[in-house]
Nanobody
C-alpha cells in the first residue's frame, strides 16, 4: 500500500517562502515520477511541478517558473517543493501525488496515489 504524507504548509505574507515535503512509503520510491498539484476554492486542481523518476528531470507550470523548485531525496523517500516569492494567488491546498512509471505527466487524472493535502495561505 502506497502512502504519502505531506507537511510544511501554513500562512505566509506575500513575498515569503515555504517548503513543502512529501514522504512516500510502500514501494521503491526512486523510479517513479512525482508531482505537486494545487486546488484553490472553486477551481479545478492544477499541476504545479513534477519530477521524473531515475533521471530527476523537472517540469513546472508557467505560473510558478522561477519561483518554485521541486527536488527529491531518494534516500529519504521524500520530494520537496520550495516556494519562494509567494503571491496571494498561490493560496490553495497543495497535494503531492505519485504515478506508475518515471515520466512526468501534468494531468492529475493519471496519478493514482495522493497525499492528504496541506493548506498554503499567502496574505497580501
Amino acid at each position: 500500500q502506497v502512502r504519502l504524507v505531506e507537511s510544511g504548509g501554513g500562512l505566509v505574507q506575500a513575498g515569503g517562502s515555504l517548503r513543502l515535503s512529501c514522504t512516500e512509503s510502500g514501494r521503491t520510491f526512486s523510479i517513479y515520477a512525482m508531482g505537486w498539484f494545487r486546488q484553490a476554492p472553486g477551481k479545478e486542481r492544477e499541476f504545479v511541478a513534477g519530477i521524473s523518476g531515475i533521471g530527476g528531470g523537472t517540469d513546472y507550470a508557467d505560473s510558478v517558473k522561477g519561483r518554485f523548485t521541486i527536488s527529491r531525496d531518494n534516500a529519504k523517500n521524500t520530494v520537496y517543493l520550495q516556494m519562494n516569492s509567494l503571491k496571494p494567488k498561490d493560496t490553495a491546498v497543495y497535494s503531492c501525488a505519485v504515478k506508475g512509471g518515471p515520466q512526468i505527466v501534468t494531468s492529475y487524472r493519471v496519478y493514482p496515489y495522493w497525499g492528504q493535502g496541506t493548506q498554503v495561505t499567502v496574505s497580501s
